[in-house]
């Protein structure tokens, strides 16, 4: 069973960047998909970004589009979410998950999750 774990969040004023880490236990990384969700206090998990198995194809919400970065190395089990000109609105936990999926932007179609990174924004 592959485990996750986010790293890099913290807090960043707005219009700065940050990139968050997922880096994933065992052995069936590249057999997953992985995303990117975020949840804020209140409301429910958004997609925030989408990655194939070998990184060749990428999605975002339109929220994401031209701001936030997914890539993947798989030989480092690890995927990142670069994340630049932050608002005040991206405040959130954010959370990494693996499907089985070739393309997920659901979270119910992702079976692995990580225990989320806290990323707050502020003015």
């Known amino acids: 069973q592959v485990q996750l774990v986010e790293s890099g969040g913290g807090l960043v004023q707005a219009g700065g960047s940050l990139r968050l880490s997922c880096a994933a236990s065992?052995?069936?990384?590249?057999?997953?998909?992985m995303g990117w969700f975020r949840q804020a206090p209140g409301k429910e998990r958004e997609f925030v970004a989408a990655v194939s198995m070998i990184g060749g194809s990428t999605w975002y919400p339109d929220s994401a589009k031209g701001r936030f970065t997914i890539s993947r190395d798989n030989a480092k089990n690890t995927v990142y979410l670069q994340m630049n000109s932050l608002k005040l609105e991206d405040t959130a936990v954010y959370y990494c998950?693996?499907?089985?999926?070739?393309?997920?932007?659901?979270?119910?179609?992702?079976?692995?999750w990580g225990q989320g990174a806290q990323v707050t924004v502020s003015s």
């Open positions: 998950a693996g499907s089985p999926r070739f393309r997920a932007e659901w979270a119910n179609e992702y079976d692995l």
């Open positions: 065992g052995r069936t990384f590249s057999s997953y998909s």
